[in-house]
């Protein structure tokens, strides 16, 4: 990313039209240069594809890569082949997904593939013409020893079989992996599947308020229009399309300390001098409303701050809880007990509240807890419109699962007018051939068929 050289193909889509992409237009299609399927998932889910699978079949050499079918295997082949011996020679121990993403990438580097286009791309640059920060990353000590341990673990992993690029070619693949890297996720962005290297995609310059935005499916990368973009031409994108490359529910001063740290630059665009969102997204409960309805009691800023890390405790301790396995129950629990202690001090708008009320929202649906669920979905909705940029796809899914819930539980009406608000977002970010427009239109079928029914009962 942050690269504006690219190369012409003749042959990628132009937009059709003199007046350029609109809203709901898909910009581009796109697949990856190399990506991998995070270990977590290699149980359920074809190392090619990504899709979900319940008939996997282990590659019998390494039986650390599983997939659906053998076209998914013999496409995965030009560079499992090399990258089985290695995973062979390591067997039981298994590399970490940031090890394997890199090893794919020397392989592909070693076999040319790093100057050639990637079929299913638009084609505007080769992987060679990415930027890889190498300067910047020699001066960050943090990734510095990041490269130095992965260095090693390449080393074992290559064996007298591959020989490794140098050291210095190592490092300009390595920079272009940490700072192009794009997670893939589920259509609900609800979850990490893996990590991939997209050649076109990573032209595109960030925003925090972007006017298009990623979704996926499977390993399929799709860049939608999500505002009208004066663009006549796919090959001149990088000058008018943008991305966000983080999540924007976050104050300014830690979004571009994210991007600084990530990414190498200091974001100045129109969100991050929006000093209004930053302070509803640090909010505390306002004196005069404690004064009034909290028996004149004022809630300090110490008291807003400790209220906040606490949250931030209770998020840290939650993803601990996840690793080791914990119930859904106690995580519910902890968060309700969290949620108690702060709700007279932060308002929903407050970033570490509403983290908190998500975080609990989630437990709660996987507890079978519809009622407390939908609670915790109408707190957090007003939140999400004010604090995502407008189309946002999050915004868009959250409705979803409020639409979901109403329905679930017998609230047609509701239902249908939280469903037909997500409809408006989901169509243009996802697009209507997508499976979860599919999901969200059969929903709206029931809705239809609920309200229906209602009326032939009560006539």
């Not at 889509?13 to 290699?42: F, W």
């Not at 062979?88 to 794919?104: E, F, G, Q």
Request: aromatic share 6%; glycine share 4%.
């Amino acid at each position: 990313m942050k690269n504006r050289q690219y190369i012409y193909n003749k042959s990628v889509r132009q937009c059709s039209g003199n007046m350029g992409y609109k809203k709901g237009d898909v910009i581009m299609t796109s697949e990856p240069y190399a990506h991998v399927l995070a270990l977590r998932h290699r149980s359920e889910r074809c190392s090619y594809c990504l899709m979900r699978s319940a008939d996997l079949k282990r590659c019998t050499a390494c039986t650390q890569l599983r997939y659906c079918s053998k076209k998914c295997q013999r496409a995965d082949w030009s560079v499992h082949k090399l990258e089985c011996q290695c995973l062979k020679k390591v067997a039981p121990n298994t590399p970490t997904d940031s090890v394997l993403l890199m090893l794919r990438l020397v392989l592909k580097y070693l076999s040319g593939d790093h100057l050639k286009k990637v079929y299913g791309d638009p084609g505007l640059r080769t992987f060679a013409h990415m930027m890889s920060h190498a300067e910047e990353i020699k001066k960050d000590a943090q990734r510095c020893e990041a490269f130095a341990k992965i260095c090693h673990t390449l080393a074992l992993l290559a064996g007298s079989h591959i020989t490794l690029p140098s050291n210095q070619e190592l490092l300009d693949i390595f920079g272009k992996m940490v700072v192009n890297t794009i997670t893939i996720a589920t259509e609900d962005l609800h979850e990490s599947l893996g990590a991939g290297i997209y050649l076109s995609p990573s032209l595109l310059d960030h925003r925090c308020s972007p006017n298009s935005v990623m979704t996926f499916q499977g390993k399929s990368l799709r860049l939608s229009a999500v505002e009208n973009i004066a663009c006549d031409d796919i090959t001149k994108v990088a000058d008018h399309v943008f991305v966000s490359y983080i999540d924007q529910l976050a104050p300014s001063w830690v979004r571009q300390a994210q991007l600084k740290e990530q990414y190498y630059f200091l974001c100045t665009c129109p969100r991050c001098a929006n000093p209004s969102l930053d302070q509803l997204m640090t909010s505390g409960i306002k004196e005069e409303a404690e004064t009034s309805e909290n028996n004149g009691k004022c809630v300090s800023r110490e008291g807003k701050t400790e209220a906040e890390r606490a949250c931030q405790d209770l998020l840290q301790t939650v993803s601990d809880m996840h690793k080791s396995g914990a119930s859904e129950e106690q995580i519910l629990s902890l968060c309700e007990e969290c949620l108690s202690k702060v709700k007279h001090q932060l308002p929903p708008f407050n970033v570490s509240h509403l983290r908190v009320l998500d975080c609990a929202l989630d437990a709660a649906i996987r507890c079978g807890m519809w009622e407390q669920a939908l609670s915790y979905v109408v707190v957090t909705l007003q939140p999400y419109k004010t604090l995502y940029p407008a189309m946002s796809p999050n915004t868009g899914l959250m409705l979803m699962r409020a639409g979901k819930l109403q329905l679930y539980l017998g609230h047609t009406e509701e239902a249908s007018v939280s469903l037909r608000e997500a409809e408006a977002i989901l169509s243009v970010t996802h697009g209507q051939q997508s499976d979860l427009y599919q999901e969200l239109r059969d929903l709206l079928d029931q809705c239809r068929e609920g309200s229906e029914l209602s009326q032939t009962t009560s006539s």
